[in-house]
C-alpha cells in the first residue's frame, strides 16, 4: 500500500454538480460533490443503483452526453507537467487527457473490447492516438508489457476478445486502462459480472498495477465486503450528494451516517445467518427529492430540522468526511452505536 | 476453415440450384401458351403469311424442340443439355441458341446494374451510418426520411417521372436505348461510345439508386442505433481515440455485418433486379430479354435466364459465406 496522505492530493474534486435535462424535468444526478485522493489512495465509491456513481465517473471523464451537462465544479489533477483542471480543457486536450492522465476501466467482462479486433490492435490503437511517435514494435512492447502485467500471457494480444473467458476480458479492460500509467484510475463495476473466485483476482490484480503506477483509484461497487478487503476509504452517495467519506475500518465499525449503517446492517454475516435488516422504503426519485436531507424519509434517527435543511458537510476531527444533522454540533461527540464487528466484516463476503 | 466445411457447403449449393432450376423447368409449362404456336400467330399477323398447313408445321417444329415427349422426359433432355453446357435454341429467335442471346444481353445487365447496386449499397451505407451517429449535424440525420419515402416509390415509375421530366421536358438527356443508334453501329471500344454509353445510363441508373437506397440507409441506420451505444464504442472514447477511428474501426465496421450479406444477396440477384426498368428505357439488357421470353413463353429463354439468375444468388451466398469469418472473427468453421 504505497499511500501518502499526507502529500499534496492527486485528484480534487470541488463542487462537481451534473444535471439531466429530462422531459420529465431537471435531474441533478451529481449534487456539489467534492472530495479529494491521496497519490496512491484506493478510494471505493459506493451507494444505491441510481445514486450517481457511475454518472460521476462519466463526468470526470468528461463523458456525459446530452441531455446531461457538467453544470459547474473543477476536478484539478495533478501530473508530471503541473495541475489540470479536466473541466477547463478543451475537446482535444480533454481527448489527450483520456487514458493518458484519467482513465477508466469499464465493466469488460461483458462487452468492452471490438469484437471485429484483435486485442493487441485495440491495444495499439490506444497509444496510437497519444503517442503517434511510438513504433509499431515499441507499441507492440508496451502492450504486451501491460498484458503480463494484469496476468495474462503475451499471446493474448493476438487473440479475439471471443476468444477470452470474462475474466480475461477484465484484464485486458484493465491492461489498457494502465496503458499510459494514468494518474487516477477509475473502474467501474469491474467486477461485478464476474464469479466470486474471479471477482477476488481480479480486485487484487487492479490493485497491484494501480500501486505499480502510482495511480489513484476510484472504484465503483456494490460489494462492501470487497471494499472492506482492499481500499483505503470509502465514499456513499446517496440521491446524488457524497454523504460519508470515511477510512474504510473506521467506516465498518463506526459508520457516521445512518445511510452507512443501514447498508452496513444490511450486510449478511458469519455469526448471524439470521434475518438481515434491508433498508426500508424506496431510493427516491432525483425528479422529486425529499425536502431537506434527502434521506430523511427512510432515516430512523430523522430529526425535525432534517426535512427543512439540506445538511452541511462537515469534516471531523479525525479526518472524516459526513453530511449530516447528528453531526452538526461538531464536537469529540462522534459515536453513533457500533454496528458491526471488524474482522466478521473482512470474511462476510466470502461466505 | 476445413475442407470438410467447404465440401459441404458447395454440395449444398449444387443441390439449391438443381432444386431451383428443377421448380423453373416446370413452372412455365402450367401455362396454356404454347410457344410454337405464339411464333406463327406472331409472323401471322406481322406478316399476313398463313400456312395451309399450319398444325403439321406446329407439329413439325415441337419435334424439333422436342416439345411432344412426355414432361419429364424433356426435363431430363434438359438437364443433360445443360450439364454438357447446352442452354438450347431460343423458340421464338429460332435459329439463335439461348447462350448467344445471354451473352449479348448480359454484359449490359451487369454494367448497369453492378454498378448501380455498389454505388447504392455505398451511399445508402454511408448516409446510414451517419444518420445514427450522434455527432452528425440534424441535416445529415434527418436524410434518411425523404429517401425511405423514394423507397416506397416502384423504381419504375421513379423512371418514368424522371424520363418525363429529364429527359422529355428538359430533354438533358437521352430517352431510352444504350447508346445511339444513329451513331454507332454497335458496341465499340472508343471513348466517345463509352461516354455515349454513360449518357445513356444516367437516368436508368438514377432510377434504380434512387428507389433503393432509402433501404440501404434504414438498414445500416438501424444497426447503427445499436453498435454506436455497445460498450465497446464508448470505451473507445474513454481510451482518448480519435473520432475518426471509432467511426470507422470501432462503429461503422461492427454495423455494417449485415449490410454485408444484404449486398451479396443483391448482386445475386442484379440479373432480376432491373427487369422493369431495363424494359421501361428499352435497355438491351438480360430484364428486356427476359421479359420478351416470357410474353411469348419462350422456354428455353426463361429457363437460361432464370438458371443464371441461380447460380448468380447461389454462388455469391456461398462466397459471402465462406468470406464472412474475414469480416467476423467470431464466425469460424471447423476447428479454430
Not at chain 1, 273 to 286: C, M
Not at chain 2, 215 to 231: C, K, N, P, S
Request: glycine share 8%; charged share 15%.
Amino acid at each position: 500500500m504505497t499511500m501518502n496522505q499526507n502529500a499534496a492530493p492527486t485528484l480534487r474534486v470541488s463542487n462537481l454538480r451534473v444535471t439531466y435535462y429530462t422531459d420529465a424535468g431537471r435531474v441533478t444526478a451529481v449534487n456539489e460533490v467534492s472530495f479529494a485522493l491521496a497519490p496512491g489512495e484506493r478510494l471505493g465509491l459506493v451507494g444505491e443503483s441510481g445514486c450517481g456513481k457511475s454518472t460521476l465517473a462519466l463526468a470526470l471523464m468528461r463523458m456525459i452526453k446530452p441531455p446531461g451537462r457538467i453544470e459547474s465544479g473543477s476536478a484539478i489533477v495533478r501530473t508530471d507537467k503541473g495541475e489540470v483542471d479536466l473541466f477547463a480543457l478543451d475537446e482535444e486536450d480533454m481527448r489527450r487527457a483520456r487514458l493518458s492522465v484519467i482513465s477508466y476501466i469499464p465493466q469488460g467482462a461483458m462487452n468492452a473490447l471490438n469484437p471485429v479486433l484483435r486485442v493487441g490492435q485495440q491495444m495499439i490503437d490506444a497509444l496510437q492516438a497519444h503517442v503517434p511517435e511510438m513504433s509499431y514494435q515499441a507499441m507492440r512492447e508496451r502492450a504486451e508489457q501491460a498484458l503480463e502485467s494484469v496476468e495474462l500471457k503475451r499471446s493474448v494480444f493476438n487473440l479475439y476478445p471471443h476468444e477470452l473467458s470474462g475474466g480475461m476480458k477484465q484484464r485486458v479492460c484493465i491492461a489498457i486502462g494502465i496503458l499510459l500509467s494514468p494518474r487516477v484510475i477509475i473502474a467501474d463495476e469491474p467486477t461485478s459480472a464476474l464469479d466470486v473466485v474471479v471477482q477476488r483476482q481480479v480486485m487484487e490484480t487492479i490493485c497491484k498495477v494501480q500501486a505499480q503506477i502510482g495511480a489513484s483509484l476510484i472504484l465503483i461497487g456494490h460489494d462492501m465486503g470487497l471494499m472492506a478487503q482492499v481500499m483505503h476509504r470509502v465514499a456513499v452517495m446517496y440521491a446524488g450528494r457524497l454523504v460519508e467519506v470515511s477510512p474504510v475500518r473506521a467506516l465498518f465499525t463506526r459508520p457516521l451516517h445512518p445511510y452507512t449503517q443501514a447498508l452496513i446492517q444490511s450486510l449478511p454475516r458469519l455469526d448471524n445467518r439470521g434475518v438481515f435488516r434491508g433498508l426500508p422504503g424506496l431510493a427516491p426519485s432525483l425528479l422529486r427529492l425529499p425536502s431537506g436531507c434527502a434521506f430523511h424519509p427512510r432515516c430512523a434517527q430523522a430529526m425535525a430540522v432534517c426535512a427543512q435543511v439540506v445538511p452541511k458537510p462537515i469534516t471531523t476531527a479525525d479526518g472524516r468526511f459526513v453530511a449530516c444533522h447528528l453531526h452538526d454540533s461538531v464536537d469529540s461527540d462522534l459515536t453513533p452505536a457500533p454496528v458491526l464487528q471488524e474482522q466478521s466484516h473482512a470474511n462476510a463476503p466470502a461466505a | 476453415m476445413q475442407l470438410r466445411y467447404l465440401l459441404q457447403r458447395l454440395a449444398f449449393m449444387v443441390f439449391v440450384i438443381w432444386s431451383a432450376i428443377t421448380l423453373l423447368f416446370f413452372l412455365p409449362r402450367l401455362s396454356p401458351i404454347n410457344p410454337v404456336r405464339e411464333r406463327f400467330a406472331e409472323l401471322q399477323r406481322s406478316t399476313g403469311w398463313a400456312p395451309r398447313d399450319m398444325e403439321r408445321l406446329v407439329k413439325v417444329y415441337e419435334v424439333k424442340f422436342g416439345l411432344n415427349k412426355p414432361l419429364l422426359e424433356q426435363y431430363a433432355d434438359y438437364m443433360a443439355s445443360v450439364l454438357r453446357g447446352d442452354l438450347g435454341f431460343s423458340i421464338m429467335r429460332y435459329p439463335r441458341t439461348v447462350s448467344e442471346l445471354i451473352a449479348q444481353a448480359l454484359p449490359w445487365t451487369i454494367g448497369l446494374l453492378l454498378v448501380t447496386t455498389l454505388l447504392t449499397f455505398a451511399i445508402g451505407t454511408a448516409i446510414g451510418a451517419l444518420a445514427a451517429w450522434p455527432r452528425s449535424p440534424q441535416w445529415v440525420k434527418g436524410m434518411v426520411t425523404p429517401l425511405v419515402v423514394l423507397a416506397a416509390v416502384p423504381p419504375y415509375l421513379l423512371g418514368l417521372l424522371l424520363i418525363y421530366f429529364v429527359a422529355f421536358r428538359a430533354k438533358l438527356l437521352p430517352l431510352g436505348g444504350a447508346y445511339t443508334l444513329g451513331r454507332f453501329t454497335g458496341p465499340e471500344l472508343s471513348l466517345p461510345f463509352i461516354l455515349d454509353v454513360a449518357r445513356h445510363a444516367v437516368l436508368p441508373a438514377l432510377s434504380l439508386i434512387l428507389a433503393s437506397v432509402g433501404f440501404w440507409a434504414l438498414g445500416m441506420r438501424g444497426m447503427g442505433v445499436t453498435v454506436q451505444g455497445e460498450d465497446y464504442v464508448l470505451f473507445a472514447e474513454h481510451k482518448g481515440l480519435k473520432l475518426g477511428r471509432i467511426f470507422y474501426a470501432y462503429y461503422v465496421r461492427n454495423a455494417i455485418l449485415p449490410q454485408v450479406t444484404a449486398l451479396a444477396l443483391a448482386l445475386g440477384s442484379i440479373v432480376s433486379a432491373g427487369i422493369l426498368v431495363e424494359y421501361l428505357y428499352g435497355f438491351p439488357g438480360l430484364g428486356s430479354l427476359l421479359n420478351s421470353a416470357i410474353l411469348a413463353n419462350d422456354f428455353f429463354v426463361i429457363y437460361g435466364i432464370g438458371l443464371i439468375t441461380i447460380v448468380a444468388v447461389a454462388v455469391s451466398m456461398t462466397l459471402v459465406d465462406l468470406l464472412y469469418p474475414l469480416l467476423d472473427p467470431r464466425i469460424r468453421y471447423g476447428t479454430r
